[in-house]
């Protein structure tokens, strides 16, 4: 498992839907943006010049909500090793008082920038990610 990479978000009222809580899709869309700012983190450089990410499988579970205004911390690991081009992400969220709100496991492929096609993710790709990644 990798080391949890954090990043908070601040509900505006164009992320709250009619119900008064922030929308499905904005959890959604956030639950790229930390995965995406983990990769341009984490990632060597010469990686993230080289490779992309797509969304293969979002599989989320709603636990509560918040409104305008209001912060939600999202926390992304990995929760084990790549198989192929793929590989799977936790996502979670919670509010200010530690509460769960959205748990995520994603499944994302790697994809050769030019080429736009699957690569595996080789074990130096992996190691800033995974412990103990096998090749």
Same mark, same amino acid.
């Not at 995965?35 to 969304?55: C, G, K, M, N």
């Given at each position: 498992?990798?080391?949890?990479?954090?990043?908070?978000?601040?509900?505006?009222?164009?992320?709250?839907?009619?119900? &008064?809580?922030?929308?499905?899709?904005?959890?959604?869309?956030?639950?790229?943006?930390?995965?995406?700012?983990?990769?341009?983190?984490?990632?060597?450089?010469?990686?993230?010049?080289?490779?992309?990410?797509?969304?293969?499988?979002?599989?989320?579970?709603?636990? &509560?909500?918040?409104?305008?205004?209001?912060?939600?911390?999202?926390?992304?690991?990995?929760? &084990?090793?790549?198989?192929?081009?793929?590989?799977?992400?936790?996502?979670?969220?919670?509010?200010?008082?530690?509460?769960?709100?959205?748990?995520?496991?994603?499944?994302?492929?790697?994809?050769?920038?030019?080429?736009?096609?699957?690569?595996?993710?080789?074990?130096?790709?992996?190691?800033?990610?995974?412990?103990?990644?096998?090749?």
């Amino acid at each position: 498992m990798s080391e949890p990479f954090a990043r908070t978000f601040t509900a505006t009222p164009d992320h709250i839907d009619e119900l &008064g809580h922030v929308n499905n899709a904005v959890w959604v869309q956030w639950i790229q943006d930390v995965a995406v700012s983990h990769w341009d983190a984490v990632a060597r450089p010469e990686d993230r010049d080289a490779y992309i990410w797509v969304v293969l499988r979002h599989e989320i579970d709603y636990r &509560g909500n918040i409104g305008a205004g209001e912060r939600a911390h999202g926390t992304t690991f990995i929760p &084990g090793e790549p198989r192929g081009a793929r590989f799977d992400r936790r996502v979670e969220f919670h509010d200010d008082g530690g509460k769960l709100l959205v748990s995520a496991l994603t499944t994302w492929a790697m994809l050769d920038r030019e080429t736009l096609r699957p690569q595996r993710v080789r074990a130096e790709i992996a190691a800033p990610f995974v412990s103990d990644t096998k090749s």
